[in-house]
């Protein structure tokens, strides 16, 4: 009687039991000393600051430092469920601002995202206030010319040619404030600010 070959059963594998993904380093920090506002430490050498009411936002992920492709401003910025990525000051402003809108960090930083210095905006409106490198003039929107005047753009349109660079820049300023609106320009010649309006320090 011929014998079957038998073949010997499959050895069973046990799952190992599940491990939590070990979560990097906390980077929160808690409240500042002067208990103003609440800080986390970014990648980068780079920390970001929120109001005490939004606590709760810096602590639900562990921000990096992004720089912007469009304006090299510096944000903070994680990855949330499904790898989506988050800005902090959209987390902040939340549900009012939509995806089309941007939002304008008044003093031009980043990292500075208490409530008081963000606002919603149009693209326009935010270029407007962007920060801009200053050429050899030493104003917004002002270039010399081989002839010693001195000339005036904005968005890459003329403005005119003047005889001093400070000339040129108080055009820039006006043609800035008239396109952009004086809430969200950047102007050379700023006016004062009252002392009961300055925003937070």
């Not at 492709?69 to 601002?97: D, P, T």
Request: with cysteine; glycine share 8%.
């Amino acid at each position: 009687m011929s014998l079957r070959h038998q073949t010997p059963p499959r050895e069973v594998k046990q799952r190992k039991p599940y491990k939590p993904r070990k979560r990097r380093a906390d980077r929160y920090r808690g409240p500042c000393h002067c208990n103003d506002h609440v800080w986390a430490v970014l990648t980068k050498g780079y920390v970001t600051f929120v109001d005490l009411e939004d606590d709760g936002h810096l602590q639900a992920h562990n921000w990096y430092a992004q720089v912007a492709k469009r304006n090299r401003v510096i944000y903070a910025a994680a990855r949330g469920r499904g790898n989506k990525f988050l800005r902090l000051h959209r987390e902040i402003i939340g549900e009012s601002a939509s995806v089309s809108a941007d939002i304008d960090h008044r003093d031009h930083n980043g990292l500075n995202n208490r409530r008081a210095n963000l606002r919603l905006c149009s693209r326009v409106q935010n270029s407007g206030n962007g920060r801009y490198r200053l050429g050899a003039s030493g104003y917004r929107g002002v270039w010399s010319k081989e002839s010693g005047r001195w000339r005036a753009y904005l968005a890459g349109r003329h403005l005119g040619t003047f005889n001093t660079a400070e000339e040129a820049a108080r055009a820039y300023d006006a043609a800035a404030i008239k396109r952009f609106g004086e809430s969200f320009v950047s102007l050379n010649f700023p006016p004062p600010v009252p002392a009961d309006r300055e925003g937070p320090r």
